[in-house]
Nanobody
Framework: VQLQASGGGLVQAGGSLRLSCAASGRTFSSYAMGWFRQAPGKEREFVAA????????YYADSVKGRFTISRDNAKDTVYLQMNSLKPEDTAVYSC????????????????WGQGTLVTVSS
């Protein structure tokens, strides 16, 4: 079972990026999924989550209104559209499967995928 994040890169402040998280080995279409990020020297923090049907989404206050999480269950892929990027958004972004409970807590997620680096220059 693998989750692979991609789509990171270097972007100027105010720019946009779209991250993808593809699952392989099994399907997670019946599970909620989440995006997290970890900046250098900081703990991993919640960014966004989406339930299995894509009917409900959750966002950290710091990204609300700028980031949009979505999913395509047919492709076993979750996306994170990031607009109006700021230097403080610089981090390694990872995706994970939600196994129930608090959506905002890393302890309720598993199958952490390899992250993708997002660097926002000022």
């Amino acid at each position: 079972v693998q989750l692979q994040a991609s789509g990171g890169g270097l972007v100027q402040a105010g720019g946009s990026l779209r991250l993808s998280c593809a699952a392989s080995g099994r399907t997670f279409s019946s599970y909620a999924m989440g995006w997290f990020r970890q900046a250098p020297g900081k703990e991993r923090e919640f960014v966004a989550a989406i339930n299995w049907s894509a009917g409900t989404t959750y966002y950290a206050d710091s990204v609300k209104g700028r980031f949009t999480i979505s999913r395509d269950n047919a492709k076993d892929t979750v996306y994170l559209q990031m607009n109006s990027l700021k230097p403080e958004d610089t981090a390694v972004y990872s995706c994970a499967v939600h196994f129930g409970g608090n959506y905002y807590n890393t302890g309720h997620y598993g199958y952490w995928g390899q992250g993708t680096l997002v660097t926002v220059s000022s």
